[in-house]
């Protein structure tokens, strides 16, 4: 089975992310994989609702970190710019069952998603800066817009992880759902909306997007430049190795090595 796993039935596309090992953390081609499967789901007629999960205890630990050293994303055409200017056009509903673990881009993409079923045990956390990264997919519109800028400031820039209550309480969260229900709560709502008239529904969708589409976008270009040059910074490879090499990292080693250049 590959790293990431697709079902379809009755009109339902169920996307599992497959690196249970790993948190479900997304490499390269998997950002690619996803972007091909949302591509063709949008075109794909009998396919009227996408369900979006993880396989085993986590959606998703967010990017892999030792695919950032490997394969740092270019400013432009990345496979993550790829999928997130994928979800920023798919038209049909969008559903997410979210257990565990739902850090990084675990969290961002979320904010893609039109339904978020997260299990009462789901832990959310934004760690960019604590990488020496940057917010992403997005999030620098989308999660201010959501949750006002005073408490998108306290995650981006404390990078603190908080709980699905919190979650819910900020408008990141459909429902809370216990953990064994999550996935069947969420397919209820697949099944509701597969009987939805599917032109209407993507045309609704496309209506209550539409305020802030060109907005996200131009997000998306900026922070695709500014992540770019900081996954290639002194104090991001510092946290990426210290995250691989399980330890503390230490700012003050890139700070050393800027200034012996
Ligand atoms: N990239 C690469 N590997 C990751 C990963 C990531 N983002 N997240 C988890 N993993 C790996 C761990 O290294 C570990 O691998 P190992 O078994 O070979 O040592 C495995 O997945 C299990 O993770 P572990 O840390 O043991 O689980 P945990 O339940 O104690 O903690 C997290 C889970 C998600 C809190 C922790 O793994 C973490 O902080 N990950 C980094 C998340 C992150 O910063 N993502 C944002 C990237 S922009």
């Not at 969008?94 to 893609?112: F, K, P, Q, S």
């Not at 997919?137 to 603190?160: C, D, K, Q």
Request: net charge neutral.
């Amino acid at each position: 089975m590959g790293d990431i796993v697709t079902e379809r039935s009755e009109g339902i596309l169920r996307v599992a992310l497959n690196r249970p090992a790993k948190k479900n953390a997304m490499t390269s081609s998997m950002y690619l994989d996803l972007a091909g499967i949302f591509n063709e789901a949008a075109k794909d007629e009998s396919v009227r609702v996408v369900l979006w999960h993880g396989a085993g205890d986590a959606f998703t630990a967010g990017n892999d970190i030792g695919d950032f050293l490997g394969n740092p994303p270019e400013a432009g055409g990345s496979p993550q710019s790829k999928l997130m200017h994928m979800l920023l056009e798919f038209d049909k509903p969008l559903i997410a069952a979210v257990r565990g673990i739902a850090v990084g881009g675990g969290t961002t993409m979320l904010l893609h998603c039109d339904f978020v079923y997260a299990s009462e045990n789901t832990r959310f956390q934004l760690p960019f800066i604590n990488l020496a990264l940057l917010p992403e997919f997005g999030s620098s519109y989308l999660l201010p817009l959501t949750v006002g800028h005073a408490r998108a400031a306290e995650l981006i820039l404390l990078g603190l992880p908080f709980d699905a209550g919190r979650a819910q309480e900020m408008g990141l969260v459909t429902k809370i759902v216990p953990d064994p229900d999550v996935l069947q709560v969420a397919m209820e709502t697949a099944h509701k909306l597969a009987t939805k008239p599917s032109d209407a529904l993507r045309a609704a969708k496309r209506l209550l997007k539409r305020p802030f589409r060109d907005q996200v976008r131009g997000a998306m270009d900026a922070e695709n430049g500014a992540f770019s040059l900081q996954t290639r910074s002194e104090e991001a490879k510092e946290a990426f190795a210290a995250f691989l090499e399980k330890r503390p990292p230490d700012f003050s080693r890139a700070m050393k090595s800027m200034t012996a250049r």
